[in-house]
């Protein structure tokens, strides 16, 4: 069984920087496809970016695209959304994602519903 828990959430001004990390455990394939979704108040979970550890291919929201990046490091069992310029409209619940049946070109297309294994969430908060 899969578990993910985020942590690194908090509140920032405008245009400063966070890293999220996400610790996961129970994989049984090599490669994993991993994610970062969020969801804020009043609007639908969004997908934010995926990164396919088979080739360490990413692909990113267009909001996001220069600001974040998505990394995974296998030794330790953790993958990271390294978040910078933060503006105010990132403000939302930050869930980590994962699934081990995606291909690679399947995982970029970030679906929401591909997902299986989900953490329970950090919440980012950015004032103007």
């Known amino acids: 069984q899969v578990h993910l828990m985020e942590s690194g959430g908090n509140s920032v001004e405008a245009g400063g920087s966070l890293r999220l990390s996400c610790a996961d455990s129970?994989?049984?394939?090599?490669?994993?496809?991993m994610a970062w979704f969020r969801q804020a108040p009043g609007k639908e979970r969004e997908a934010v970016a995926v990164i396919y550890t088979g080739d360490d291919s990413t692909h990113y929201a267009d909001s996001v695209q220069g600001r974040f990046i998505i990394s995974h490091e296998k030794a330790k069992n953790r993958q990271y959304l390294q978040m910078n310029s933060l503006k105010p409209e990132d403000t939302a619940m930050y869930y980590c994602?994962?699934?081990?049946?995606?291909?690679?070109?399947?995982?970029?297309?970030?679906?929401?519903?591909?997902?299986?294994?989900w953490g329970q969430g950090t919440q980012v908060t950015v004032s103007s």
């Open positions: 129970g994989y049984s394939y090599a490669s994993v496809c």
């Open positions: 994602a994962a699934d081990e049946l995606l291909l690679q070109r399947r995982c970029l297309e970030m679906a929401i519903a591909d997902f299986d294994y």
